[in-house]
């Protein structure tokens, strides 16, 4: 009996250059009748490619693949070699892109709790504002080496400036070397806010960090159209961001 065909996950064998030689009938099911494993992988994953190339993997890697209905779908990928063979696994994880915006949903509904007509208030202590800032840009670490901070609330200088230090150690920490900034959430722009923002931007960059912002509004970008900044990229949607950058 064939064990690889019957498996009950998407499971490969290939060569060096990823030419399928064999796979589950599960496989079959999901991707359809492929010959190389690389063409289910989008143009992006090169670096992974080469990484799964060189040797086995000790724990999974996460990778966007073409499914059989012509859909861009994550997985947990694996590999092990024995000489010129390679036995290859696909896990599904799910929609990535529903698991972020249930954790973006979680922070709007926490900032709902807030009466921000208190921040006006000089009995609001200052740590309880710069809480709630913090609060306001969170870090969530998307996929390999890709963080998202959605942005909530007035886009002002204390935004920024109750934020960027312990963002800039987050990212470090979590090794990102592309984050998405997500304005969705974000009423009015201040030129204050943008200026501060710009400049944390270009931090970022000496860091060696890739910015993106995507989710701006039509008052947004009358506002942004002289204050950009030139050393981010932006995307229409986080839909497209995320498919892009992952």
């Known amino acids: 009996m064939n064990i690889i065909k019957s498996l009950p ?36 994953s090169q670096s992974k490619r ?6 086995t993997l000790d724990k999974p890697i996460e990778l966007t693949l073409k499914t059989k209905r012509d859909l861009q779908e994550l997985f947990a990928v694996s590999i092990t070699w024995e000489q010129e063979i390679g036995i290859l696994q696909c896990f599904e994880i799910g929609s990535k892109l529903d698991k972020i915006m ?3 949903q979680k922070h709007e509904n926490r900032l709902a709790h807030v009466d921000f007509e208190l921040l006006s208030q ?23 080496n890709v963080g998202l901070v ?22 470090y920490e979590h090794d990102i070397t592309k984050v998405v900034f997500d304005f969705n959430g974000i009423d009015q722009i201040s030129e204050y806010g943008i ?30 159209k002289d204050n ?5 990229t932006y995307l229409t949607t986080l839909k497209e961001a995320i498919s892009f950058l992952t």
Not at 16 to 42: K, P
Not at 195 to 218: C, D, H, R, W
Not at 228 to 232: D, G
Request: glycine share 4%; proline share 4%.
């Open 9 to 44: 996950f998407p499971a490969f064998v290939v060569d060096r250059s990823f030419e399928i030689l064999d796979m589950s009938q599960t496989a079959r099911q999901v991707f359809g009748d492929v010959n190389y494993f690389v063409d289910l992988m989008n143009i992006g």
């Open 50 to 55: 080469d990484r799964m190339l060189a040797q």
């Open 102 to 104: 249930a954790i973006v």
């Open 122 to 144: 000089k009995e609001l202590a200052e740590s309880h504002l710069k809480q709630i800032k913090q609060l306001s840009a969170p870090l969530i670490p998307v996929a390999n």
């Open 150 to 171: 959605p942005l909530f609330g007035q886009f002002d200088q204390d935004l920024i400036s109750n934020s960027e230090d312990r963002l800039a150690i987050e990212l």
């Open 195 to 224: 200026n501060s923002f710009k400049a944390f931007v270009e931090t970022l960059q000496i860091m060696g960090i890739e910015t993106y912002i995507v989710g701006l509004k039509p008052h947004h970008t009358i506002f942004m």
């Open 228 to 232: 950009h900044s030139k050393t981010a």
